[in-house]
């Protein structure tokens, strides 16, 4: 039998959506150097035509028109309703036979619960008429990464936090992520990064590469996130998993406090992998790291301190549409 899981992030995609900053009330000082950011991500993705089709979402004509001249002509540009530019939390998951899944959301545990956000996910499926089915338990894209096999990475702070699912066990959860998603094999992490307002997730953490193979940050001298780095690899290889390490910004302040900064938060593209940059010592040692890793395509560091306001970066606002 078949097993129909979300393709590996490495697989062909036909498109990928990516959110763009629209309510400047979100991002008052930092929504035009967000916007830049956001711009030159999705040109990196399309790459001069190699990669995917682009698809800029604003969650308002006003957005959409911002969008258009600062893309040119390298993107399509979509009005959709949202609460903030987050996708890979609140768009829909494709699985490998083009149908798709949309799960409750809930703000990360009710720490930003604004309008649009919950359903938005259907709608951008139905515009690629994928047949959506809504899973009515919370979860969000970014909690989760899988290989294409049925191998799944997680971590426990954020599917076990009982401000996403109280009712529902540790196993249920399981069972969950293998009958919506056809995850038969997951490997839980334990806790995310330091000041993470999602609640930790692995996206950020720990990211497949490769059937079998994860990619985890190696830390820095007094990283703030190196026990957290050290025990998720020791959980990785003692599942018998491949562990690539990547290196990590270490510490990263903005107004004085610990941001989750992390070099794990890039996008694999068709032709390029976009890997966020901090102006961290590490910037340059990352992107090579992650080059060695995707030889068929072009690593590409672009900073992303501005999207980082908002709480993710390339990975957190982008949501790719299989093949």
Request: glycine share 10%; with cysteine.
């Amino acid at each position: 039998m078949t097993i129909i899981v979300p393709p590996a992030e490495w697989a062909p995609h036909k498109a990928v959506w990516i959110g763009f900053p629209s309510h400047p009330e979100l991002w008052e000082d930092d929504l035009e150097p967000a916007r830049e950011e956001v711009a030159a991500f999705g040109r990196a993705v399309h790459a001069g035509g190699k990669g995917e089709r682009v698809i800029l979402v604003a969650a308002d004509d006003a957005a959409a028109q911002a969008a258009a001249r600062l893309a040119g002509d390298y993107a399509d540009v979509v009005v959709q309703p949202f609460g903030d530019i987050w996708l890979r939390d609140t768009g829909p998951i494709l699985l490998a036979d083009g149908s798709a899944r949309s799960f409750r959301f809930n703000g990360w545990g009710g720490k930003y619960d604004l309008p649009g956000d919950d359903d938005v996910g259907l709608r951008l499926a139905a515009t690629i008429d994928a047949a959506v089915e809504r899973c009515e338990w919370v979860l969000e894209g970014g909690a989760i990464d899988g290989d294409g096999t049925g191998r799944v990475v997680t971590t426990e702070q954020c599917l076990l936090n009982p401000n996403r699912n109280p009712d529902l066990s540790k196993d249920e959860i399981a069972a969950r992520l293998r009958d919506d998603l056809g995850f038969s094999e997951i490997l839980w992490l334990g806790d995310g990064l330091l000041n993470d307002h999602t609640d930790g997730h692995v996206d950020n953490l720990a990211r497949f590469v490769a059937p079998g193979v994860v990619a985890i940050p190696e830390a820095t001298e007094n990283d703030p996130n190196g026990l957290i780095y050290s025990q998720a690899a020791d959980a990785a290889a003692a599942a018998g998993l491949e562990v690539v390490r990547i290196p990590s910004p270490g510490e990263v302040l903005r107004d004085d406090e610990i941001v989750p900064a992390s070099y794990m938060n890039f996008y694999i593209g068709n032709a390029a992998v976009v890997v966020p940059l901090y102006g961290a010592p590490n910037d340059d040692a990352a992107v090579a790291a992650v080059q060695a890793l995707f030889p068929d395509r072009q690593a590409v560091g672009l900073r992303a301190d501005a999207i980082l306001t908002g709480g993710g970066s390339f990975h957190c606002i982008s949501q790719q549409i299989p093949a």
